[in-house]
Nanobody
Framework: QVQLVESGGGLVQAGGSLRLSCAAS????????MGWFRQVPGEEREFVAS????????DYADSVKGRFTISRDNAKDTVYLQMNSLRPEDTAVYYC??????????????????WGQGTQVTVSS
């Protein structure tokens, strides 16, 4: 079992930045591939970014490429999502996800068996 707790969400103006954190506990963090997803009410949860368990590979949705950066600190059992140049369309609940996987990074939502509770990000125009 892995427990995930996100933090760092909030309200920001368009063009601003936020850094989300996801703290993991319960298992060896470095054994887990990690991802960030987001969801708007009434829509499906969508892939944002992912990182392989050793941090050797990353992947991004086209909509955030060049603006968002995923990283992990295995010594702190934490994965981050640095979000720059935020847009109103980035407004969503952001979820951290994990799964025990070799290889990666992984996009499919079904890859991940563990999820955090989500943190709200609101970008005003």
């Amino acid at each position: 079992q892995v427990q995930l707790v996100e933090s760092g969400g909030g309200l920001v103006q368009a063009g601003g930045s936020l850094r989300l954190s996801c703290a993991a506990s319960g298992r060896t963090f470095s054994d887990y591939a990690m991802g960030w997803f987001r969801q708007v009410p009434g829509e499906e949860r969508e892939f944002v970014a992912s990182i392989a368990r050793a941090g050797s590979g990353t992947d991004y949705a086209d909509s955030v490429k060049g603006r968002f950066t995923i990283s992990r600190d295995n010594a702190k059992d934490t994965v981050y999502l640095q979000m720059n140049s935020l847009r109103p369309e980035d407004t969503a609940v952001y979820y951290c996800a994990a799964d025990y996987q070799r290889g990666g990074p992984f996009r499919p939502r079904t890859t991940y068996g563990y999820w955090g509770q989500g943190t709200q990000v609101t970008v005003s125009s």
